[in-house]
T-cell receptor, first 114, second 114 residues
Framework: QKEVEQNSGPLSVPEGAIASLNCTYSDRGSQSFFWYRQYSGKSPELIMSIYSNGDKEDGRFTAQLNKASQYVSLLIRDSQPSDSATYLCAVNPGAASGTYKYIFGTGTRLKVLA | EAGVVQSPRYKIIEKKQPVAFWCNPISGHNTLYWYLQNLGQGPELLIRYENEEAVDDSQLPKDRFSAERLKGVDSTLKIQPAELGDSAVYLC????????????FGPGTRLTVL
């Protein structure tokens, strides 16, 4: 089992719809969670970080964390063609595991259709 | 505030040649990371520095890869000799510390080994 799993996609949604991206992780003691957006040929760009169970909203983006079920999701409301990119989930196991490094999923490719 | 700076942006070399990549982190960031990203995959950590100390180099292929961060600021990653399979994007990231802190990525160096 991979440590951080994402559906590679592509996930296609029409413009204006809600895009839902999911990520599961294996290390139950993981402490911090991040969503990065990566356009083709570019480096990852941070969108959201989340550390506590529940929802965290920032503009059109909402991150959801459920540590009991070991998943983290990203919702993008009112999706725009400019949101078309690969979304990387990163998990930092942190002090509980003695590991302070991000573990990335393979990313989900999102396509927003105009 | 300037972001993470990397050079060169692109490098094409013949196999068995040496190559070096340079990274200057965000000012004040103590932790520096080198990642490798293959096409369609998430970044994979090669080495993590806390100031000038390499605290996690378990994924660095030490027979051909080396890295240094002599003064705890900028860093160099070297491959000697390069192999065809080393063709990838090499990303540098930095964070204030390696606890739960966010990592910020540089633009990357795209290496092509012919």
């Amino acid at each position: 089992q991979k440590e951080v799993e994402q559906n590679s996609g592509p996930l296609s949604v029409p413009e204006g719809a809600i895009a839902s991206l999911n990520c599961t992780y294996s290390d139950r003691g993981s402490q911090s969670f991040f969503w990065y957006r990566q356009y083709s040929g570019k480096s990852p760009e941070l969108i959201m970080s989340i550390y506590s169970n529940g929802d965290k909203e920032d503009g059109r983006f909402t991150a959801q964390l459920n540590k009991a079920s070991q998943y983290v999701s990203l919702l993008i409301r009112d999706s725009q063609p400019s949101d078309s990119a690969t979304y990387l989930c990163a998990v930092n196991p942190g002090a509980a595991s003695g590991t302070y490094k991000y573990i990335f999923g393979t990313g989900t490719r999102l396509k927003v259709l105009a | 505030e300037a972001g993470v700076v990397q050079s060169p942006r692109y490098k094409i070399i013949e196999k068995k040649q040496p190559v070096a990549f340079w990274c200057n982190p965000i000012s004040g960031h103590n932790t520096l990371y080198w990642y490798l990203q293959n096409l369609g995959q998430g970044p994979e950590l090669l080495i993590r520095y806390e100031n000038e100390e390499a605290v996690d180099d378990s994924q660095l292929p030490k027979d051909r890869f080396s890295a240094e961060r002599l003064k705890g600021v900028d860093s160099t990653l070297k491959i000697q000799p390069a192999e065809l399979g080393d063709s990838a994007v090499y990303l540098c990231a930095s964070s204030y510390d390696s606890g739960t802190d966010t990592q910020y990525f540089g633009p990357g160096t795209r290496l092509t080994v012919l």
